[in-house]
């Protein structure tokens, strides 16, 4: 799915919500069922039900059930599909026509739908506010991309894992991943309207930069994910030292998890400061000292993203795909090995 069908999407949900007046009609009905509620004799039974019945014509006209896949599909990441349409409006009616007078279950089924349409709108709008800024050139997927095309994308991904899980996952990896690339844009002096999303699907996100940008990024990563070995002979230091059982054991490991910030730190440090010097930027200065900051937080974000089993692939820097499997398979093996740590602590405790 392009960004822009996905903005265009955020945006007929909630505009469709506002036009069919489905917030107002829960306002009046919720102000008459509180009043009954208190005794206000001016509120009648018919005023309630004739209320109800302009909520229920503008749920009518706003059914999940109605819409395309690609709709549905986002929408279900934000909320339950029963919130509106027939399913919601038959639960409504059948309160109303159960109370007898007596509002109570139905004031309480309208205020928590209402407090939910509330919420879903200001997602939406967190969602539209957050990714329109991030939306690149006006780039149409074709069914085949070129060469040419391959080397201004960059992709991320988790192996066989669904990917975007709901609507703040996937804000939240393209504000990430979006900075990440501005701050390579500035490094490299591309223009920064080039960085955009190329494509989102369920299972990653495609973006789109100039090819320095996407050099610099791709090497930059390769450097420090090449380097990871000595992370990974402390992490499996602190292993070692869970399993021995010392008195002193939890000291020992925060200081080395202490030792693995300082080897991270030490390796953005100067695999950034060697971007610099290539693209021509003195450190010393005030922009060369801002571009090296900027870079150095991004080398990291990466590797954290790496440490967490995601991919990045590109055209660029051959070595890359490589060494991001190894790192994370070196990842996964620790962690298995942990678990059946765990697993045999575990077997034990339960044979005393």
Known sequence: MNISQLIKIATYISGSI????????????????????????????????????????????????????????????????????????ELLRGLYEQSKGDYSLLLKELEG??????????????????????????????????????????????????????????????????SILSSFTTLTREKAEEVGIYDIEMSSITFYAGIRTLNALSNGTYRILNQYQRILEIKRMQQELTEMELNNAEVIVELLEDEISNVVDEESSAIASELLAKYEWDEELEDGADVYRLVKTSLKQTLSFVEKGGRIFSNHSSGLKAVNEKVVQMLQSLKEAESRQQNAEIFNFESI
């Open 18 to 89: 506002e036009a069919n007046g489905i917030c107002n009609h829960y306002q009046s009905l919720i102000g008459h069922c509180r009043r009954a509620s208190d005794g206000d004799s001016a509120v009648t039974s018919a005023m309630v039900g004739e209320t109800l019945r302009l909520l229920e014509d503008g749920n009518s006209k706003f059914d999940p059930k109605s819409w395309d896949r690609g709709v549905l599909r986002i929408y279900e990441k934000l909320e339950n599909p029963s919130l509106f349409g027939r399913q919601a409006s």
């Open 113 to 178: 739908n209402h407090t939910r349409i509330l919420a879903l709108l200001n997602q939406l709008g967190l969602l539209v506010g957050s990714l329109e800024p991030l939306v690149g050139p006006s780039v149409e997927i074709g069914d085949a991309v070129d060469n040419e095309e391959r080397n201004h994308l960059l992709q991320i991904y988790f192996e066989g894992a669904l990917f975007i899980k709901d609507i703040n996952q996937l804000e939240k990896f393209c504000r990430i991943w979006s």
